[in-house]
């Protein structure tokens, strides 16, 4: 069965806005981490966005300070869905996008501490 899904994505220009969904099984959507990747052509995977939730129950939520100010984390707790609202998108925000969800229990930004994947939606910021 498929743990995450992305959709969304697509063709914008600079400027635009576009808004990732990622549906997830429940027991993925009860993962203590939660967010969102990038990886454009020929770099790394890097984080956008983290939600973290902390031992009380509480959440934090990280941003890559790259994407500030621009993109927004939401979720959607009937619909065990994830959103990704990205607005005043630039050329760098080029990337294929995942989302992904980890059980580690201390805060991370760092791609292998998730074990669950989504396969991808691409995002093509161009004029």
């Known amino acids: 069965q498929v743990q995450l899904v992305e959709s969304g994505g697509g063709l914008v220009q600079p400027g635009d806005s576009l808004r990732l969904s990622c549906v997830a099984s429940?027991?993925?959507?009860?993962?203590?981490?939660l967010g969102w990747f990038r990886q454009a052509p020929g770099k790394e995977r890097e984080f956008v966005v983290i939600?973290?939730?902390?031992?009380?129950?509480?959440?934090?939520?990280n941003y890559a300070d790259s994407v500030k100010g621009r993109f927004t984390f939401s979720r959607d707790n009937a619909k065990n869905t994830l959103f990704l609202q990205m607005n005043s998108l630039k050329p760098e925000d080029t990337a294929v996008y995942y989302c992904?969800?980890?059980?580690?229990?201390?805060?991370?930004?760092?791609?292998?501490?998730?074990?669950?994947w989504g396969q991808g939606t691409q995002v093509i910021v161009s004029s």
């Open positions: 992904a969800a980890g059980g580690q229990d201390r805060f991370s930004t760092a791609w292998r501490d998730y074990d669950t």
């Open positions: 429940g027991r993925t959507f009860s993962s203590r981490m």
């Open positions: 939600q973290y939730r902390n031992g009380g129950g509480k959440y934090l939520v």
